[in-house]
Nanobody
Framework: HVQLVESGGGSKQTGDSLRLSCDISGYMHIPYCVGWYRQSPGKEREGLAFIDNDGGTTYADSVKGRFTISRDNPKNTAYLQMNSLKSEDTAKYYC????????????????WGQGTQVTVS
């Protein structure tokens, strides 16, 4: 049973940095990919960044150069480093996992975390 738990959200000011963590359990040595998404009220969910099991990454244009996705495989943890935060980054942030990167890029991964709120003012 795969579970994802996000942490690290909070309230920040414009220009600050914040790192989100996603603890992943249940894959039992099976390679998997991880993605970060966000959604704010009245807006569609947005895929932000994706990382495969070998560390290959892709980013949405909206966060490229400001956000960095990474993972620590021995710890089964993924991260989203967010720099130069803007008010429009305010949203609930979710991590997700799937054995296929395409599923993440299409926004249809098998497993989701419960989300963590980020507020920038």
């Amino acid at each position: 049973h795969v579970q994802l738990v996000e942490s690290g959200g909070g309230s920040k000011q414009t220009g600050d940095s914040l790192r989100l963590s996603c603890d992943i359990s249940g894959y039992m040595h099976i390679p998997y990919c991880v993605g970060w998404y966000r959604q704010s009220p009245g807006k569609e969910r947005e895929g932000l960044a994706f990382i495969d099991n070998d560390g290959g990454t892709t980013y949405a244009d909206s966060v490229k150069g400001r956000f960095t996705i990474s993972r620590d495989n021995p710890k089964n943890t993924a991260y989203l480093q967010m720099n130069s935060l803007k008010s429009e980054d305010t949203a609930k942030y979710y991590c997700a996992a799937d054995v296929r990167s395409l599923s993440l890029e299409l926004g249809r991964p098998n497993y989701w975390g419960q989300g963590t709120q980020v507020t920038v003012s």
